[in-house]
């Protein structure tokens, strides 16, 4: 009997030091996307603490969300009171994920089927690890996408730029400026609203259904008023859709085709006239990034730069064509 014992104490550290190791693999792999980030460590923590079920959760404004499961028990549904109770019977083994220092969500393994299990100091220092460990491998992950973006918004600056000396068409140098500040802010979707001299209004949103652009149309250029200032800032701290859309119209229509908040940027002339508004909407629930304003605020500048350039252009060709003195043709 007192061998079997010696042998027990034996293997108990010699796997607590290949769980170690397994958990230091799983910190220093390289991950091609946060789905196989989650799924590596949730299945590595089922094997390493012998439990069913893994799940990384996180508290959102509207209660839980889900962001990656393994092997759910048939019909699970988040709940906090049923992870409560899987933790009095001893199934539940938890820890906190933080992404640089702020709480990112849980990561939590657990059973609601078979015996009681009461966990070591060793699993519960494990668990704690995993969830420090993916906290960093978030954080990493987190900076190399930014600096990706950096580099593609550097990128589609340059080409925005290449657009503006070839003189290429409004409509594509606006397409372009929606399709940088989208791939910068993958969760909202873009809109450039441009007034035309003539008292016609351009709506490019191609990722926005045709309810957005028609409702978008309804604005009067009038109930824009700018200021002059190197930020482009309006008179308005923000002005977005549901500000200058005519009163009679339903307020509630945004929010009725999916739409939640909002951040825009004027458009205007380095006159201080007004030539539209630029757009990001984000669907409910989502709240807009700091790093948003500042794309949108660039974008902003680079359309009014584009509008201006092909005014200047069309006033060129008609005084090559007209002689300035009497108006008629050369």
């Not at 293997?11 to 607590?16: D, I, K, S, V």
């Not at 951040?263 to 990001?280: C, D, M, Q, T, Y």
């Not at 009014?304 to 050369?330: F, R, V």
Request: include cysteine; charge should be neutral; hydrophobic fraction near 40%.
């Amino acid at each position: 009997g007192g061998t079997k014992a010696k042998s027990a104490e034996a293997e108990a550290p010699a796997g607590f030091t290949a769980h170690l190791r397994h958990i230091h693999r799983l910190n220093v792999r390289t991950y091609g996307s946060l789905p196989e980030v989650f799924e590596e460590f949730l299945k590595s923590g089922c094997e390493i603490f012998r439990l069913p079920s893994g799940l990384i959760h996180r508290t959102s404004a509207d209660g839980k969300d889900t962001v990656a499961s393994w092997n759910l028990p048939p019909g699970f549904t988040l709940d906090v009171s049923a992870l409560v109770n899987a933790a009095d019977i001893g199934c539940y083994l938890g820890a906190p994920i933080l992404v640089d220092g702020a709480l990112y969500g849980r990561l939590s393994f657990f059973s609601y089927s078979g015996p009681p299990r009461r966990f070591s100091s060793e699993e519960r220092e494990m668990v704690e690890l995993m969830g420090r460990g993916l906290g960093r491998v978030i954080l990493e992950h987190q900076i190399r996408a930014q600096s990706g973006l950096s580099a593609r918004l550097e990128k589609d600056r340059t080409n925005v730029l290449d657009m503006l000396v070839a003189n290429r068409p409004i409509r594509e140098i606006m397409l372009h400026l929606l399709k940088m500040i989208e791939r910068q802010s993958p969760d909202a979707r873009g809109a450039v609203i441009l007034f035309d001299p003539g008292g016609s209004t351009h709506v490019f949103a191609p990722n926005l259904d045709a309810s957005y652009r028609r409702l978008a149309a309804k604005i009067d250029p009038s109930s824009l008023a700018f200021r002059h200032s190197p930020l482009f800032t309006s008179v308005r701290s923000e002005p977005d859709l549901a500000s200058v859309l005519p009163k009679e119209i339903h307020p509630g229509l945004l929010e009725e085709i999916g739409l939640g908040a909002a951040i825009s940027a004027p458009i205007v002339s380095e006159s201080n006239r007004p030539f539209g508004l630029i757009l990001l909407h984000y669907s409910k629930g989502t709240q807009p990034r700091a790093e948003d304003r500042s794309v949108l605020t660039m974008a902003s500048r680079a359309a009014a730069l584009a509008i201006e350039q092909q005014k200047l252009a069309k006033q060129l060709a008609l005084q090559l064509q007209n002689d300035p003195m009497t108006g008629l043709l050369n």
